[in-house]
């Protein structure tokens, strides 16, 4: 399942529309280079997902909780680039408390986050000579029935 996206305002209302079919427990993971779009696909999971507080590259931190929005679902938005594949200080976040009350959504989590769930939706981002971003939908455990039910914009 692949969606061609042109500009930055259709990433997020992808992101908007996967938010918004989000429950507690979720992990997506955004895999894609520097630049790729990941963050900004995020800013839409959480406008998606109505939570509070502003989605950018955390530059000091490695995760930001967002409280719950109005259908009760907070975010946890983790960018692991700085980890370096350091699955020791994934553990000390302590994602699996997290994930009783958020979806989780991991920039750079490839090889790492799948340990927090059997059940992950991984977003695929490629970046296009002419700047398209083309997106691949990779489901793993549970995600594949849920998959066939989404409408997602793109
Ligand atoms: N179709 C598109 N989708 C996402 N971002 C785009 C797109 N076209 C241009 N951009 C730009 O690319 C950059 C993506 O940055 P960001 O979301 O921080 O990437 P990442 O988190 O993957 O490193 C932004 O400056 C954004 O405005
Ligand atoms: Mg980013």
């Known amino acids: 399942m692949t969606f061609e996206l042109p500009a930055v305002e259709d990433t ?5 529309s996967l938010g918004r079919s989000l429950r507690v427990g979720d992990v997506v993971l955004l ?4 630049g790729a779009g ?16 502003r989605v950018s590259s955390p530059t000091f931190a490695i995760a930001r909780v967002h409280g719950a929005g109005p259908g009760g679902v907070g975010l946890v938005h983790v960018d692991a680039y700085r980890l370096g594949g350091d699955l020791a200080q994934l553990d000390d976040l302590d994602l699996d408390a997290d994930l009783e009350r958020s979806a989780v959504v991991v920039e750079w989590g490839e090889g790492t986050a799948e340990r927090l769930s059997d059940d992950y939706l991984v977003v695929r ?3 296009r000579d002419d700047d398209v971003r083309v997106v691949a939908l990779e489901p793993h455990g549970a995600w594949a029935a849920r998959l066939a039910e989404l409408q997602l914009a793109g």
């Open 125 to 127: 981002i490629d970046r």
């Open 38 to 53: 990941k963050t900004a696909m995020t800013r839409g999971i959480a406008a998606g997902l109505g939570v509070p507080g």
């Open 31 to 34: 895999s894609g280079p520097l």
């Open 12 to 16: 997020e209302a992808f992101g908007r």
